[in-house]
């Protein structure tokens, strides 16, 4: 009876714990099913999140894309005029900006890099973005160099059966940019010469046997006209001779741009500087201005222009009272600072000698107006092309400037 009586508590402690162990296996199985549930929930969460950000961006850039050419088109539209038919409009994604370039198709292509934005402020150079429109200095040499293309292709004398044609792009006078440009050229170039060598090597054949026609993008071009900075056309420069293109410069005078050892692909049709600087000692000696101060834009124009300078006012006796540099961007505070120096040699040097760029003078004569120094300084300039368009405007500021026109002095 006793052995009995234990074998049944042995079997129901048996069976208790076996349904023990199978409820907590039950719990176990519940939670882990629970927690792979909470997992996938998550999971899928965060995959629709994914997704939206994703349609998000994309229609982002696709609005972004389409505002922009939009933009470009009515900017460009409005200024330019649309003097010629066939200008293509397009717009290039760079690093930080978009860069909108005008396109004239043709049998020859010929280049041009144009400042058709003021060059990064000093204080966002790093981000490589353009300015404001340069409506006198960028969209009129936009506007020349189309209505020349269109006298000469519609001369049937000049260039017959051969039709000339453009790719205009904006250099924003900054050495960055300008760069950025030249490598796009530079592209097409390289592009067309592997679309040659493919055709030369035979017949492209489609899926179905039959010979395909070829595809060609855009031509090279046959050379270069531009930048307009002497700093930023031997930059462009040392690119462009890697590939044998030549650039005509129509406002870089910097004496560096003669070395033809250096700069075998380059031409300008302007003089250089030695000139400018001989032209402006001559001026300062025949009024017996003896003791000038000197100030030039940072940068390889105005350095090298100076050096000229002064080396050529040492001969003549003209002594440098100050000699300063600043950036053609920089900010109001710096020019003020320079004209605070300036000022700090009065009276007997009032005559200050400027192988300045023209955005370096306009900031010049602003500095002047706000420091109430209107009249105080007397500006011999280094050139008429580049002050001119820039002081316009301004008319406001009562001192003289002389600007040297070397073709009266010859």
Not at 291 to 310: D, L, R
Not at 332 to 341: A, G, M, Y
Request: charged share 25%.
């Amino acid at each position: 009876m006793e052995r009995g009586e234990e074998m049944e508590r042995g079997e129901e402690m048996e069976r208790g714990e076996e349904m023990e162990r199978g409820e907590e296996m039950e719990q176990g199985e519940e939670m882990e099913r629970g927690e792979r549930t909470e997992e996938e929930e998550r999971t899928e969460r965060r995959e629709e999140m994914e997704g939206r950000e994703e349609s998000r961006i994309r229609g982002g850039r696709r609005f972004g894309f389409i505002f922009c050419l939009l933009l470009a088109c009515l900017c460009w539209g409005g200024d330019l005029g649309w003097p010629t038919r066939g200008v293509g409009i397009g717009v290039t994604a760079q690093a930080n900006e978009r860069r909108v370039l005008a396109h004239i198709p043709g049998d020859i292509i010929i280049g041009a890099l144009f400042s058709v934005h003021h060059q990064p402020p000093a204080d966002k150079v790093h981000e490589r973005k353009c300015g404001a429109v340069r409506e006198q200095y960028g969209i009129q040499r936009v506007e020349a160099m189309m209505h020349t293309l269109d006298l000469i292709n519609s001369d049937p004398n000049l260039l017959p059966n051969v039709t000339l044609g453009c790719e205009i792009r904006d250099s924003c006078w900054h050495s960055a940019v300008a760069l950025e440009q030249s490598i796009e050229f530079i592209r097409d170039t390289l592009v067309s010469n592997e679309e040659e060598e493919s055709l030369s090597h035979g017949k492209c054949l489609g899926e179905d046997g039959l010979e395909m026609t070829p595809v060609r993008g855009k031509k090279p071009i046959v050379g270069l006209i531009g930048p307009g900075s002497s700093s930023v056309a031997i930059q462009v420069q040392n690119l462009l001779q890697l590939f044998n293109i030549p650039q005509i410069a129509y406002s870089a005078t910097s004496m560096d741009l003669s070395d033809k050892s250096l700069f075998k692909y380059f031409m300008r049709v302007v003089p250089s500087d030695a000139q400018q600087a001989r032209a402006m000692v001559d001026i300062v000696k025949r009024y017996n201005w003896t003791y000038v101060s000197a100030i030039h834009t940072e940068g390889n124009y105005g350095e090298s222009g100076m050096e000229a300078f002064k080396e050529l006012a040492a001969k003549e006796g003209i002594c440098i009272a100050h000699s300063d540099k600043i950036y053609s961007n920089a900010g109001e505070q710096s020019f003020d600072r320079l004209l605070e120096k300036l000022r700090g040699h009065l009276p007997k040097a009032r005559v200050v000698a400027c192988f300045c760029e023209g955005m370096t003078v306009r900031g010049i004569l602003k500095a002047m107006r706000r420091k109430h120094l209107v009249g105080t300084f007397l500006l011999v300039g280094s050139s008429i092309t580049k002050t001119v368009s820039m002081v316009t405007g301004i008319e406001f500021i009562l001192f003289i400037i002389i600007l040297v026109i070397l073709s009266s002095l010859r």
